[in-house]
């Protein structure tokens, strides 16, 4: 059973609804490849997921931990005794695989808004003229002959002018990367969401493929760690949005 390790990073994860929790659980613990149990995930057998499961939020620590376990396996083939490494480290070494530009230094937030933003990065590579097009008409960005950098451009300006344009961005890359491993978001997810995530699925798809395949070289725990860290991003996006709108009503 993999042992929780104090993470500060990771604590929010206990005020995040069952309905969210899930899809982080189901990347932890469910192969796409063939829908069954990860050979290598311990989640199913902890005790306290078989004593609340399907009640999430009650067994928030050993989710985390079972994260930090499979951190600890792409970082190292050291033998850990079930004892993971921090959030941060997990994601930082997928932003390492990513080839994403980084402050280690910086907030976890900001790092992992340099991740979804590093994957957007590579998919607009990937579209036609027309797929950017549709893009940006889809995301509301008012752009002429758009190119992949523009719109780099134009994310991170929106993203520091409003919490939910980071939210809305989350929200796109995790639905596409969710559809791209064969993976459903809940139905409210896509409250948010417009055709962005059919132009950009297809190349998110192609983008961790292709890094799914030169990782398989350090193992295969990178296949759990890149979509979970991308779950996670989405769930903390979320988390200080609605904690922002509380704040905005009260006041």
Known sequence: MAVYRSDPNLVFLKECINE???LLVDVLTIDPKDKCTRYTE????????????????AYWRS??????TYGGNSISNILRLNKGVLYREVLTDVCDKMKVNYNKNATIELIEMNLLMKVIEDSLKEMSEDELN????????KLTNPT????????????KQSGFAAYQ???????SV???IGLTAPFSTYILLTQAIKVISGPIAMVLTSAWLVNDIAGPAYRVTIP????????????????????????
């Open 228 to 251: 979970s860290c991308i779950v996670v991003a989405y769930l903390r996006q979320k988390y200080l949005y609605e904690q922002n709108q509380k704040e905005i009503g009260i006041n």
């Open 169 to 175: 961005l989350a929200t796109t890359v995790l639905a």
């Open 20 to 22: 969210d929790l899930k």
């Open 178 to 180: 969710l559809q791209s």
């Open 42 to 57: 311990t989640l199913t057998n902890d005790s306290e997921y078989l004593k609340h499961y399907p009640n999430h939020k």
């Open 63 to 68: 989710i985390a931990a079972e994260l930090q």
């Open 148 to 159: 992949p950098q523009l719109i780099i451009m134009g994310l991170q300006f929106a993203i």
């Open 134 to 141: 549709q893009f940006v008409c889809d995301m509301g960005m």
